[in-house]
């Protein structure tokens, strides 16, 4: 059987990753897609204390258990299911949790670090940025974090000024001219969505 296509889609937090893979899979409904994100390899912290895990800078490519995702990535390409790890943002760990994952004809892998690995990036077929200006991205973070991850205003605050804003800077805009699309404004870019769509179908037809 052929290599299925990978799709990678980086970008910094808030740019609209999510959003934008969904609606890449929403526009390719006909087809069975697998997705990664990349935030389930968080690396374990079960044996830190909350304290320890509250200093860990989540920003830096160092975070990642990259291993075990290229690991599973060439399962999924050998045609192998894998179980995937889960994370949980309140507690700032995995959870105890699996998710057993199909191998499809396409792979989206989507994170902040998507296209950071080389290693990982010459498994791409299609690779994207999403970029966003920061102003609008730490303004959806603040929001999503307050409602979704458990945090207070002053600790996005605080952590974005220190952490997340510097590390983005050094390691994550670098990854944009290892991308082949550079999508700005993420989701509601409609004719991007479809642009991309379109190669995507192209590539599974010649599978
Ligand atoms: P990422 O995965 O890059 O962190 P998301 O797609 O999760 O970004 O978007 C972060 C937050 O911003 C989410 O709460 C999402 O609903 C919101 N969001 C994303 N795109 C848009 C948009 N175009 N307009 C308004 N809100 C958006
Ligand atoms: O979904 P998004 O791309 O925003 O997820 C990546 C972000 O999650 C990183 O910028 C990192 O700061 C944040 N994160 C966090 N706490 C964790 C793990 C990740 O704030 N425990």
Redesign the pocket.
């Known amino acids: 059987m052929n290599k299925p296509t990978i799709i990678g889609i980086a970008?910094?937090?808030?740019?609209?990753?999510?959003?934008?893979?969904?609606k890449i899979i929403a526009s390719l409904e006909e087809h069975d897609i697998t997705l990664i994100e990349q935030d389930y390899y968080y690396k374990d912290q079960s044996h830190k204390t909350m304290e320890e895990r509250l200093k860990t800078n989540y920003d830096h490519p160092f975070a990642f258990d990259n291993d075990l995702l290229i690991e599973h990535v060439k399962s999924l390409i050998n045609r192998e299911s894998v179980e995937i790890p889960t994370y949980d943002y309140v507690n700032h760990t995995r959870s105890d949790k699996t998710i057993k994952i199909e191998p499809k004809n396409v792979i989206i892998i989507?994170g902040?670090f998507a296209l950071e690995n080389e290693q990982l990036r010459d498994l791409m077929d299609v690779k994207i940025y999403?970029d966003?200006d920061s102003d609008i991205?730490i303004l959806?973070?603040l929001?999503?974090d307050i409602?979704?991850r458990g945090r207070s205003m002053d600790s996005v605050i605080n952590q974005y000024l220190t952490v997340v804003r510097p590390m983005h800077l050094q390691f994550i805009e670098p990854t944009k001219r290892f991308s082949d699309i550079i999508i700005p404004?993420?989701?509601?870019n409609i004719v991007a969505i479809d642009i991309i769509t379109t190669k995507i179908r192209s590539l599974i037809k010649k599978l």
């Open positions: 970008g910094g937090t808030g740019s609209g990753k999510t959003s934008v893979t969904r989507e902040i999403v966003t991205r959806r973070r929001s999503r409602k979704e404004e993420g989701g509601e």
